[in-house]
DNA sequence: CGGGAGGTTGACAATCGTCAATCAGAGTGG
DNA sequence: CCACTCTGATTGACGATTGTCAACCTCCCG
């Protein structure tokens, strides 16, 4: 059972989105302190616990304030597709508060903390302030975007080329997130969730990190943590091209995204 | 070479994202005006022809007036993911649009006409006109929740329900917009494109269209043409529940959406 | 009549899935 | 501290869906 807690633990407990949507779309004064003053509840969440199901009507937008979570529908068969991963600071669920009602479920991946903001609320100042809302507009498009890169993804790429695909998206936006070091970090998933995640069965995900291992791309010291030697390697194995996350100062072409000699993420993100 | 028009050839070039936008919220008659208001230049398209690149900063959004049309990205060893398809009325590049960079190519699937609208003004009167602002982001969000079909469809469905999956949201999809019946129509594209949008061979399309048919699932008097006798049953095949279309009175689980003996979609759509 | 694009089919190969056994590590209770 | 248990990771053997290659067919169009 989570437990629930209203109000401001903190004077900044939405700062996470606010840098987010900031790094979208230049905020004014204004808007960042009617964003602060958004009404929320914060709840506390248990590993696999769920947010939101799939066919919910909707009444609250989350925040994920710290944890990872995961979109996903489940097909007739029972099998589950992932069809996002999300991290600390974004908004998972602005696609289902227009709509009303949710097509996929919200699940975590990890035990966490999320916001629960109104639905009317966030739709509120999404329409009386166009700065918000732009950035808010953006953040799903950039959502889709994402989506887009995950269909040509599991659609066209082989298991090892999918894989590494997967492990460059989360290693940057680990660092985006600045939730640590894009060469080194631990997946908070378990083989079978990234196979979810990759149209993949657990047996084949094993085998494939494991020859991604043989094949010098990325070191293990345990089965969860990845450590990636050569980004650009790694890149080029995973046909990684970082355009469609959009961030900004990143080459549209194939760059130094992150390790290696060249500078890290080059782009100029207000930092917490 | 598309031959270029410019200014109002009728009273209503733009009324089909009038119509569409309507359909996802309420707009006033000055919203109304101001959308036909918009500046467009209509540009006739040849099969195939390029409405975007990847890679192209974006001058103008695209309305489809005539004809269908696919969103495709290419992936490293040249293999081509459609991760979209359109037909009249969509406006194809509102993802494109506020990012500023295409990270996908727009091409037609047959010829067509399109209204381009340059983006500034797209940008300019979702902003000064919260309702069309409202109707543009709920029609992004509803392309995104179209993706996240995708993603699982491609992810985790075989080919025989993948197939029947994409046949069924067409089917629908050309009825909401007043395209024909669902129960017969002729496909758009070659089975090759077909392929690319289901992330298998043409080959194995083939041999999956033939498998539907020897299944009773679909009719086709010609390669393109396809009949369906029981939507039910096809949309069992399909693992198709229309939800994540968001089609208004459609019920959330799966209902008779179209064809047999229940009525058909029974949204209430302006009809032009 | 000829050319070409697209559709259909067969033989065969390969990627990936299934089933099942084993192993490793964390948490629990005695 | 040590069985006990459970989840997740790893590995092997085998099977199945899907891909590849290539031939042939059909229809449309110049």
Redesign the interface.
Known sequence: MPDNTTGPPGPSTLEPMLRKLEYWHKLDSADRAALLALPYTVKTMGQNGYVVRE?DSIAHCCLLLSGFAI?S?I??DG???I??IHMRGEMVDL?NS??G?A??SVQMLTAGKVAMIPRVEIVRIA?ER?NI??AM??D??????I??????N????DAQ?RIAHVLCEFALRLKVAGLGEPTSYELPMTQEQLADA??LTSVHVNRTLMALGAAGLIERSNPRRIVIGDWRKLADAG?FDS??L?LHGTE?ALAHEAGGGAPVAKFSQPVG
């Open positions: 066919g979109r529908k097909v007739a099998h589950r597709q069809v996002a696609q227009l709509l009602r097509d996929h329409f166009p809302g732009r507009w953006i799903t498009l950039v959502d889709a975007s989506f887009r890169e995950w269909v040509a599991i659609g066209r790429r080329t990759t149209g046909d355009g469609y959009h549209p």
